[in-house]
Nanobody, 127 residues
Framework: QVQLVESGGGLVQPGGSLRLSCAAS????????IGWFRQAPGKEREGVSC????????YYADSVKGRFTIYRDNAKNTVYLQMNSLKPEDTAVYYC????????????????????WGQGTQVTVSS
């Protein structure tokens, strides 16, 4: 059974940076995709970024492109989301999710394509 544990959230001023971590366990097989999502109060969950296992391809939502970077450390079974130039509108609970297949392009930031989710970590961007 896949287990995902997020960490790294917190309070940061506008323009600051945070790095979120998603520690994954219970994967079997070679092909999977890890995605990062966020949900602000009163809003639907939205996809932020994702990375696939086979070729390490990545995808970013337009709202974070150029500011966020997703990458993985296979030795630690961990996927990271480096968030720079943070804005107040980035405030949300951030979740990582996993699916046992390779998703490419925009399909990898659609929440309905994922079956395993972490508990979430709060990110607050405020002065």
């Amino acid at each position: 059974q896949v287990q995902l544990v997020e960490s790294g959230g917190g309070l940061v001023q506008p323009g600051g940076s945070l790095r979120l971590s998603c520690a994954a366990s219970g994967f079997t097989g070679t092909y999977y995709t890890i995605g990062w999502f966020r949900q602000a109060p009163g809003k639907e969950r939205e996809g932020v970024s994702c990375i696939s296992s086979s070729v390490g391809s990545t995808y970013y939502a337009d709202s974070v492109k150029g500011r966020f970077t997703i990458y993985r450390d296979n030795a630690k079974n961990t996927v990271y989301l480096q968030m720079n130039s943070l804005k107040p509108e980035d405030t949300a609970v951030y979740y990582c999710a996993a699916v046992r297949r390779v998703l490419l392009s925009r399909t990898c930031i659609l929440p309905e394509n994922y079956g395993s989710w972490g508990q979430g970590t709060q990110v607050t961007v405020s002065s």
